[in-house]
């Protein structure tokens, strides 16, 4: 199985503050299509996940502009231009490419 | 606007069986596949099995073959897994989730609210 580490698993933020995750996968997921199969995900508390960026840097339906996704291969990078006080919650990066699909172990964001 | 809703949780025994179905509404449930993910407490998701359109295939995590089965009636719009043989380590939050956000793409933008289930004696 595909194994995803994120870093790092824990991030304090000033609102209005930038904020980046990374995410590295022991398989290359660039398909031959040219996509890269990563998503990343936002679990609030109390809630469950919801898609934030699929194909490694498209935004999901109804997803702030302050969320973007890049990366190609390995490894992948979640940033949040200015983060704000509903940002708060575990983001988990995802391979899709290959089943059975594989999550990071989470990053939890906080507000300071 | 695309509804999950999952049923059938609970707490059963170890060595017990469960059912739990997922109901879905507001897309062509025919033309997605579907996906069980569960999350134990305190821990990531953790993806279970999928199952095709038109259930003619399905996938399992290794760890869970012949335990698990998951199945689809079309005509009813739901999705369900047959979970046998409970053990502790399968108590977690179980949440059916669309394939999207257009046919054919892998990853998941509709998860249910999730159901509960608990295996302790």
């Known amino acids: 199985d595909i194994v995803m580490t994120q870093s790092p698993l824990s991030l304090s933020v000033t609102p209005g503050e930038p904020a980046s995750i990374s995410c590295r996968s022991s398989?290359?997921?660039?398909?031959?299509?040219?996509?890269?199969?990563l998503d990343w995900y936002l679990q609030k508390p109390g809630q469950s996940p919801q898609l934030l960026i699929y194909?490694?840097?498209i935004r999901a339906s109804g997803v702030p502009a302050r969320f973007s996704g890049s990366g190609s291969g390995t490894y992948f990078t979640l940033r949040i231009s200015r983060v704000e006080a509903e940002d708060v919650g575990i983001y988990y990066c995802?391979?899709?490419?290959?089943?059975?699909?594989?999550f990071g172990q989470g990053t939890k964001v906080e507000i300071k | 606007e695309v509804q999950l809703v999952e049923s059938g949780g609970g707490v059963v025994q170890p060595g017990g069986s469960l059912r739990l179905s997922c109901a879905a509404s507001?897309?062509?449930?025919?033309?997605?596949?579907m996906t069980w993910v569960r999350q134990a407490p305190g821990k990531g998701p953790e993806w279970v099995a999928n199952?095709?359109?038109?259930?003619?295939?399905?996938y399992y995590v290794g760890s869970l073959r012949g335990r698990f089965t998951i199945s689809r009636d079309n005509a009813k719009n739901s999705l369900y897994l047959q979970m046998n043989s409970l053990r502790a380590d399968d108590t977690a939050m179980y949440y059916c989730?669309?394939?999207?956000?257009?046919?054919?793409?892998?990853?998941?933008?509709?998860w249910g609210q999730g159901t509960l289930v608990t295996v302790s004696s």
């Open positions: 989730a669309r394939d999207g956000p257009s046919p054919g793409l892998p990853s998941y933008d509709s």
């Open positions: 995802m391979q899709s490419l290959l089943t059975p699909k594989t």
């Open positions: 194909l490694g840097s």
């Open positions: 507001g897309f062509d449930f025919s033309t997605y596949w």
């Open positions: 398989q290359n997921l660039l398909h031959r299509n040219g996509n890269n199969y």
């Open positions: 199952i095709k359109e038109d259930g003619s295939e399905t």
